[in-house]
């Protein structure tokens, strides 16, 4: 049985912390260590992590370097095969590791695995609506425009990818191999997938279930929305250094699918001029926008729309109506790519 890095970045998380690690140490698949990286916390949360006496657990600290460097980190003592990460804030079901075990056992061509996932709130408690997106045959214009792996906690490595995309980085005087661009602390996972797709042969590929639960949580988001934005243009810049003809391609589309999921945030934040705002700029870089994805950007623009001119109290009667009909919606597309992708699994394995 092939081990499973699960690393676990740790910063001012104290409240969810041993959740995480609960539903980590909870998993059907039990070859696995947990590394914990305390990227410089100033809360208790590292000392919930110690309370835990599992010994598949280790815990790394560190003086702050952000997300990507407590990936790093965990990355290069990882011991495992495959290695997934989890944010502390987020929670896994008990079977996410066991089934991208599988996939990848199915798929020898598959460097990064990625699943569905639930939205649950602050408390945990699930909002009724999913992260769904394309599964396969995805391209670096679909990262671009779509992110279909969605949030970092979705996605399981093959160790080996790394081995492709590090690049050294001198450090205090110390040349480390780097995975994760630590110059990002905003749109780091797009980087990263960005490279994985260009750089290397590997193929990505998703499983039609919600394996992951992801925690939305509005604090700070509407200060974010700037840097989200500025973090993004900073992505675009480094995505046309080594792939400049593409980008001559993609760049108005990656431009406009961003400003319309920033117009979602803005609405999830009920700042309705904001959103008009976004979604408007999201048309003008690309109008073909209406046309591919015709039914999401409709969504987009009514709720900015609504929002910007409804009392919001009708506004969030509406919006509960729109959500309860969404995720039905979803719960049924979920049930019916499951129940395909079974069947060609069965084939596969056959």
């Known amino acids: 049985m092939k081990k499973v890095s699960i690393v676990i970045p740790l910063y001012n998380t104290e409240e969810y912390v041993q959740l995480a690690l609960e539903s980590a140490l909870a998993q059907t698949y039990?070859?696995?260590?947990?590394?914990?990286?305390?990227?410089?916390s100033t809360d208790g949360g590292?000392?919930?992590?110690?309370?835990?006496?599992?010994?598949?657990?280790?815990?790394?600290?560190?003086?702050?370097?952000?997300?990507?460097?407590?990936?790093?980190?965990?990355?290069r003592n990882a011991e495992g095969e495959y290695v997934a990460f989890l944010d502390a804030d987020d929670?896994?079901?008990?079977?996410?590791?066991e089934r991208h075990v599988e996939h990848f056992e199915q798929r020898p061509?598959?460097?990064?695995?990625?699943?569905?996932s639930k939205f649950i709130d602050e408390n945990g408690t699930p909002l009724g609506i999913y992260q769904i997106s394309k599964v396969n045959d995805i391209?670096?214009?679909?990262?671009?425009?779509?992110?279909?792996?969605?949030?970092?906690?979705?996605?399981?490595?093959?160790?080996?990818?790394?081995?492709?995309?590090?690049?050294?980085?001198?450090?205090?005087?110390?040349?480390e191999e780097h995975y994760f661009d630590e110059a990002f602390r905003e749109s780091q996972d797009v980087e990263c997938w960005m490279r994985?797709?260009?750089?290397?042969?590997?193929?990505?590929?998703?499983?039609?279930?919600?394996?992951?639960l992801y925690r939305v949580n509005s604090k700070g988001i509407s200060a974010n929305l700037g840097k989200?934005?500025?973090?993004?243009?900073?992505?675009?810049?480094?995505?046309?250094?080594?792939?400049?003809?593409?980008?001559?391609?993609w760049e108005r589309p990656a431009m406009a699918y961003h400003c319309r999921h920033l117009a979602r945030r803005a609405v999830t934040l009920k700042d309705g001029g904001q959103a008009m705002k976004l979604f408007s700029r999201s048309v003008a870089t690309y109008a073909p926008i209406l046309i591919e994805e015709p039914f999401r950007t409709f969504l987009?623009?009514?709720?900015?729309?609504?929002?910007?001119?409804?009392?919001?109290?009708?506004?969030?009667k509406l919006f509960e109506v729109t959500a309860n009909l969404t995720g039905s919606s979803q719960r049924r597309r979920m049930t019916r790519y499951s129940t395909v992708y079974r069947s060609s699994s069965q084939k596969v394995v056959s």
């Open 30 to 40: 039990q070859n696995l260590e947990i590394i914990v990286v305390d990227d410089g």
């Open 46 to 75: 590292v000392n919930i992590c110690r309370k835990f006496t599992d010994k598949r657990i280790r815990i790394i600290q560190q003086a702050n370097r952000g997300l990507s460097g407590a990936r790093n980190t965990g990355i």
């Open 91 to 97: 929670l896994w079901v008990p079977e996410k590791v």
């Open 109 to 116: 061509e598959l460097g990064i695995s990625f699943s569905y």
């Open 139 to 175: 391209t670096p214009l679909d990262i671009l425009c779509r992110t279909p792996i969605g949030n970092g906690s979705a996605a399981v490595f093959r160790k080996e990818v790394f081995d492709h995309i590090k690049f050294p980085v001198q450090v205090d005087d110390v040349t």
């Open 196 to 212: 994985v797709a260009i750089k290397t042969k590997w193929t990505m590929e998703g499983l039609p279930e919600a394996l992951t």
């Open 228 to 249: 989200k934005m500025n973090a993004w243009e900073r992505l675009l810049d480094r995505v046309r250094s080594y792939a400049p003809q593409e980008m001559e391609k």
């Open 300 to 316: 987009t623009g009514a709720a900015a729309s609504a929002l910007w001119v409804l009392p919001m109290s009708v506004y969030q």
